[in-house]
């Protein structure tokens, strides 16, 4: 019951969220809805399915990497699946993961179940490495649009702007030293009290923290691989969005003052919608969006946001439609046991 009052709470903030945005400027709201041309969401819907897609191949290369079989069809269908259930279930796209989990354990064999956990947490850490290289990137280039924001409308001062910045900032990097820490476990490990932990830790799991340092080993001597789907994450994942957001603008019929400006408005709102206030982080992803557009003097910015985030509903819900997919049972027999290949 607590975490439906929970998830009702998320809801009721997105909505309050987006109800103001709709409010505040409501008149150029509904001038630009009945004047979008719905041809454009087609091209749009079409993007973001590209983009599951790579996200889908990336975590397939994951898995492979450490020896689990599992066919491209069953990487896109479980990939589909956790889209739709970080839109429906408490936890956002962390939701999304657990439930990702859920349904893969049922088609592999117990010595395979931890690591194939463990390569949906790398797959996270790769795609947030990249968010968060791509938004310093985009932040230092789009620097004096975001020192226009206005945020004199939740007090604080416009002069306080490149304080927000530099905040900003460090959240980025921050982001990425705290995703990149797991694959340098073996400079605590020589420290002789933190040996002694992860060997008592290692015996109360029954050798589950042995299995995690292979499988992070694998990764770590495929690194040029990790490399590639990184960088891969930030074109095919991240700035991809950025067509999007034209496409939108496209159907409005609005000129673009600036593509950068653009970009960097979802990259930051991908960040903002990390924050597990409200469900996929919608309303929140919004309100960012939104407040960069306007820096950027972006007309009808509401209606952007606003489609955009239509965008992504279709493009989530849709992946509901993968759990008629019946191909997941597997033999169990095609995947050997880490366990066994490392003989713990």
Not at 197 to 215: E, W, Y
Request: some cysteine; proline content about 2%.
């Amino acid at each position: 019951m607590k975490k439906i009052w929970i998830f009702a709470i998320k809801i009721a903030i997105a909505i309050l969220i987006i109800s103001c945005l709709i409010h505040v400027h409501y008149a150029s709201f509904v001038e630009g809805i009945k004047n979008f041309k719905v041809i454009y969401l087609l091209p749009a819907v079409l993007i973001l399915y590209l983009e599951m897609t790579f996200c889908a191949l990336r975590w397939f290369m994951l898995v492979r990497m450490i020896n689990i079989k599992i066919t491209l069809r069953e990487a896109i269908s479980l990939t589909m699946r956790g889209y739709f259930c970080s839109l429906v279930l408490f936890g956002g796209a962390i939701g999304g993961d657990v439930a990702k989990i859920g349904m893969i354990a049922h088609g592999l064999p117990q010595g395979k179940r931890f690591e194939c956990s463990l390569s949906i947490l790398i797959d996270r850490i790769i795609g947030m490495i990249a968010l968060f290289l791509t938004a310093i990137i985009l932040i230092f280039l789009n620097i004096r649009t975001l020192q226009k924001i206005d945020l004199t409308s939740i007090g604080i001062s416009s002069a306080y702007n490149n304080y927000v910045i530099a905040a900003l900032l460090t959240v980025c990097a921050a982001g990425i030293l705290a995703a990149a820490v797991i694959f340098f476990y073996r400079i605590p490990e020589k420290v002789t009290f933190f040996k002694f932990l992860m060997d008592k830790a290692d015996n109360l799991t029954h050798g589950l923290v042995s299995r995690m340092k292979f499988a992070i080993d694998l990764y770590i001597n495929q690194w040029k691989n990790l490399l590639f789907l990184t960088f891969g994450s930030i074109f095919l994942v991240h700035l991809i969005q950025m067509p999007v957001l034209y496409c939108i603008c496209c159907g409005l019929n609005m000129k673009v003052p600036s593509l950068l400006t653009l970009t960097c408005a979802v990259i930051v709102g991908n960040i903002a919608g990390l924050i597990p206030l409200t469900p996929g982080g919608i309303g929140l992803r919004d309100l960012v969006i939104f407040t960069i557009l306007q820096a950027g003097a972006f007309s009808n910015a509401t209606s952007i946001v606003l489609l955009m985030s239509l965008v992504l509903i279709i493009g989530n819900v849709s992946g509901g439609i993968f759990f008629f997919d019946k191909g997941l049972n597997r033999d169990a027999k095609d995947n050997k046991s880490i366990k066994d290949i490392c003989n713990i």
